[in-house]
T-cell receptor
Framework: DTAVSQTPKYLVTQMGNDKSIKCEQN?????MYWYKQDSKKFLKIMFS???????INETVPNRFSPKSPDKAHLNLHINSLELGDSAVYFC????????????FGQGTRLTVV | GQQLNQSPQSMFIQEGEDVSMNCTSS?????WLWYKQDPGEGPVLLIA?????ELTSNGRLTAQFGITRKDSFLNISASIPSDVGIYFC??????????FGRGTSLIVHP
């Protein structure tokens, strides 16, 4: 029944590893995002996809690569993880590009050691 | 880019007190949203505002879209312990992409 679900909820990994976070929404929305929340709780948009197409790519290192196999899924792959990548990553969706209301997943707490 | 100033940064209140927080923007917004984030969870949408001057309530919560379209306010009346959390404002202009404030952390003492 969860509208926006992401896995895993917790991810602890070593520097240099590659990891993925998966996100799925069952709201029938066209647009999905990835946000990063830092230790001070600031929410910053990273990427936005609309109908599987990338429409926003904020200043994010190339090590971060989103992938949308269909409009209900938006995954985030991170290569060569660094300590500074430690944060909570939120997936969110909204109905379409003309609608602002975003619905968030529970978050993935990534800890790089 | 758009800048959102949210204040206060944190609030410590007694149960039963009313709470007010606000956000101001450097640019005009078409939509204002207010979210609440509980520990270990994602932000949950509380109220959405679409017109300047609009006043909308959700239970004990009331939010207003400022007349200048550059600010918004959230009030919580008769606070209870479960109101604890971080409250975020978010606004968007023509892009419809929400920009978030830095949050107001609310602690309610029983």
């Amino acid at each position: 029944d969860t509208a926006v679900s992401q896995t895993p909820k917790y991810l602890v990994t070593q520097m240099g590893n590659d990891k993925s976070i998966k996100c799925e929404q069952n709201l029938g929305h066209d647009t999905m995002y990835w946000y990063k929340q830092d230790s001070k709780k600031f929410l910053k948009i990273m990427f936005s996809y609309n109908n599987k197409e990338l429409i926003i790519n904020e200043t994010v290192p190339n090590r971060f690569s989103p992938k949308s196999p269909d409009k209900a899924h938006l995954n985030l792959h991170i290569n060569s993880l660094e300590l500074g990548d430690s944060a909570v990553y939120f997936c969110a969706s909204r109905r379409d590009t003309l609608n602002t209301e975003a619905f968030f997943g529970q978050g993935t707490r990534l800890t790089v050691v | 880019g758009q800048q959102l100033n949210q204040s206060p940064q944190s609030m410590f209140i007694q149960e039963g007190e009313d709470v007010s927080m606000n956000c101001t923007s450097s640019s005009i917004f078409n939509t204002w949203l207010w979210y609440k984030q509980d520990p270990g969870e994602g932000p949950v949408l509380l109220i959405a505002l679409y017109k300047a001057g609009e006043l909308t309530s959700n239970g004990r919560l009331t939010a207003q879209f400022g007349i200048t379209r550059k600010d918004s306010f959230l009030n919580i009346s008769a606070s209870i312990p479960s109101d604890v959390g971080i409250y975020f404002c978010a606004g968007s202009g023509g892009s419809y992409i929400p920009t978030f404030g830095r949050g107001t952390s609310l602690i309610v003492h029983p």
